[in-house]
């Protein structure tokens, strides 16, 4: 009756090891580490890199626990901080010649003390949250202006193109505040242009105005597009600031939209606030020109001369040095998206699309220059690079491809480049706030000595109300703590003070299905159970309650988790995560536990679960008396 198979030992057991395998990195503690990524979106961190910094480390006779490459930067962990500026040092010094220029960005960062064979088996620690380890925090406000007024110049572009192609005369196409005004000397003329822009511009509402030979059509964007432009700009802003956040080796940053407007920025573990604004700030724009391949540009590659009149030296990434003409021939004000994929012979390319302004130029420009190459270049802080430089096959129009010699990953990561090189809006910092380390060590402290105590009161409770079966009932508590550790640790989320909050809630709300069990259990013995009956009925016909009592909260989780925002959600998602682990753990391991100590004993005559109040003995005693 009161014994589990053991398939369902074996399920415990490997839980258990799980659950404290991925807890374990949690103990270890932080590090001082340097971390090395790129400074120039045209700049690749690779495992070449590595060798150079381990180099570097060599000759300044510094000796570090471990550098690795992760994909994006190359971390090097060190067991003290005078190590780590030492090797900070070195390590600028070696892969930064130029300091007004650097080319990789080397950041003082911390890394997890656990062993290497921890993190050969994914089991890392959770991040910390700005509050917990301290960083900065930056409230951004988009321009939504700006973006429709960008929008409303495209608009103008591609009106003025459409009405050319279609031989419809204009006497004029201005722009005010975000309406589009075509001016119109016969009503004929006006009726074609409101035909045509009806059918090939749906999202803008075109009014007729003025009489006699002052006609005007006036175009602007309905609400519904007007959202949807503003959607996308922070949705792009959104992006551009993941690219250059990543620059920073952020754990974890969080970057959220907040209301119709507003962009929220936290940057756990930086400390250096300029720092943060300088990256965050950039301003990334997007040209093509043609390129130089005359003899004198080719003799000025050689270093045989100066550049020729008109153009310009710069770096095409992974091909060296490149002469690139000054004329611009359009700019990513132009580029509506980019995404990668594969050409005719099914060779990785990047395929581009642009408005009707730079569809025109790019039809007129790739006609006369079939068999060249165009360089596509992008500029921050003023200095620019060459993404890619491709050959002109054929005439282009508003949708064309680059392609050359790229793998998958460089054609996804140049359209990304394009895409999102620049914000699509403005943006203004509105808030910022610094929180030191020894704060969020504070915190720390605060947090895990509430979620100790916490435990310590419940458990103490419990072992002394309910006896043996409350000694179940803690080992099963700690069962279900170590189960969301690893859980959170597993899924690599990022824990906050309400996080920790959640932790301890999730502990008084755990023991409640334990205490469910015990008073089932009790109540069946006063009625008269064997104690083999009241352990199996107990765990029996509590189960429908826990599961309804938990269910009822969980809908709470699950809508805090859907609605709320920021640490709200973080509360949520360690709440819904705890719940889920406490039916587990009071129900399955503390059976498993009581099944263990007396599911074999057939002739049990007892239970420690405290005293067992008998109404029976009751009425006795009342009758004696009387």
Same mark, same amino acid.
């Given at each position: ?42 700049? =690749? ?43 900070? %040092? ?6 930064? *010649? ?27 620690? +959770? ?16 321009? +939504? ?62 009014? *007729? ?67 943060? =604004?300088?990256?965050? $700030? ?65 060779? *990785? ?77 403005? +943006? ?38 309910? +006896? ?98 920021? *640490?709200? =959600? ?39 679960? $405290? ?9 006795? %005693? ?5």
């Amino acid at each position: 009756m009161n014994r589990y198979p053991l398939w369902k030992y074996a399920i415990l057991l490997v839980a258990l090891l799980i659950g404290t395998l991925y807890t374990l990195p949690n103990l270890f503690g932080e590090a001082p580490a340097v971390q090395v990524s790129s400074a120039k979106v045209t700049v =690749k961190v690779d495992s070449a890199l590595q060798d150079r910094i381990e180099s570097a480390l060599q000759q300044a006779g510094v000796k570090a626990d471990y550098v690795q490459f992760d994909g994006n930067s190359i971390k090097a962990r060190f067991g003290d901080t005078d190590t780590q500026l030492k090797a900070k %040092d070195a390590i600028n010094k070696a892969l930064n *010649p130029d300091p007004a220029e650097p080319t990789y960005i080397v950041a003082l960062n911390l890394l997890s003390r656990s062993p290497q064979w921890l993190s050969a088996l994914h089991a890392n620690p +959770m991040y910390l949250g700005l509050d917990l380890r301290g960083g900065v925090h930056f409230l951004m406000q988009v321009d +939504m202006k700006a973006a429709l007024t960008k929008k409303a110049e495209a608009l103008t572009g591609d009106v003025r193109a459409q009405l050319r192609e279609k031989n419809i005369r204009h006497a004029g196409i201005t722009r005010e505040g975000n309406a589009v005004l075509i001016a119109f000397r016969d009503a004929e003329q006006r009726a074609a242009a409101i035909a045509l822009l009806q059918a090939q511009v749906p999202e803008v509402t075109w009014t *007729p105005q003025g009489e006699g030979s002052e006609l005007q059509l006036a175009g602007t964007l309905s609400p519904k597009a007007q959202v949807a432009v503003q959607e996308a700009a922070l949705k792009q802003n959104i992006t551009t600031l993941h690219n250059r956040v990543n620059e920073l080796g952020v754990a974890e940053p969080v970057i959220q939209q907040q209301g119709l407007d507003r962009v929220v920025v936290q940057l756990p573990g930086v400390q250096d606030t300029a720092k943060a =604004k300088d990256i965050i $700030g950039r301003t990334a724009t997007l040209e093509l020109r043609m390129v130089d391949d005359s003899a004198e540009a080719l003799e000025a590659l050689k270093g045989n001369g100066p550049v020729p009149f008109g153009t310009e030296r710069f770096m095409d990434r992974g091909f060296g040095p490149i002469i690139v003409k000054r004329q611009v021939i359009l700019t990513g004000d132009s580029l509506n998206d980019a995404q990668p994929g594969f050409d005719e012979n099914h060779n *990785p390319a990047v395929h581009l699309t642009v408005d009707a302004k730079g569809a025109r130029i790019m039809k007129d420009t790739s006609r006369e220059n079939i068999g060249k190459r165009m360089a596509i270049l992008l500029f921050e802080k003023g200095k620019g690079e060459v993404v890619t430089a491709p050959k002109i096959n054929s005439e282009l129009g508003n949708r064309f491809q680059i392609s050359g010699a790229m793998t998958t990953q460089e054609a996804s990561d140049t359209a990304l480049l394009l895409r999102a090189g620049s914000l699509a809006a403005p +943006m203004e910092i509105i808030e910022e706030r610094t929180i030191g380390p020894s704060l969020g060590k504070e915190n720390i402290e605060k947090g895990i000595a509430s979620v100790t105590w916490g435990f310590v009161a419940v458990a103490a409770f419990m072992c002394v109300y309910y +006896m043996l079966f409350g000694v179940f009932s803690s080992l099963a508590l700690g069962f279900n703590l170590l189960l969301l550790v690893a859980a959170l640790s597993l899924m690599q989320a990022t824990l906050s003070l309400p996080g920790i909050a959640a932790i301890a809630l999730v502990l008084g709300m755990a023991i409640d299905s334990n205490v469910l069990i015990n008073e089932r259990v009790r109540e069946e013995l006063r009625g008269g159970a064997t104690p083999q009956q009241a352990i199996h009925l107990g765990y029996e016909r509590a189960w429908a309650t826990i599961l309804d009592s938990n269910v009822t909260t969980l809908i709470a989780g699950v809508a805090l988790l859907v609605f709320g925002s920021g *640490p709200i =959600k973080g509360f949520a998602v360690v709440h819904c995560l705890g719940i889920l682990t406490s039916m587990f753990s009071s129900v399955v391991f503390s059976r498993g536990l009581v099944n263990l100590w007396y599911g074999r004993q057939k002739k049990l005559k007892s239970v420690s679960i $405290g005293q067992v109040w008998k109404p029976e003995a009751e009425t006795t %005693d009342v009758a004696a008396k009387a």
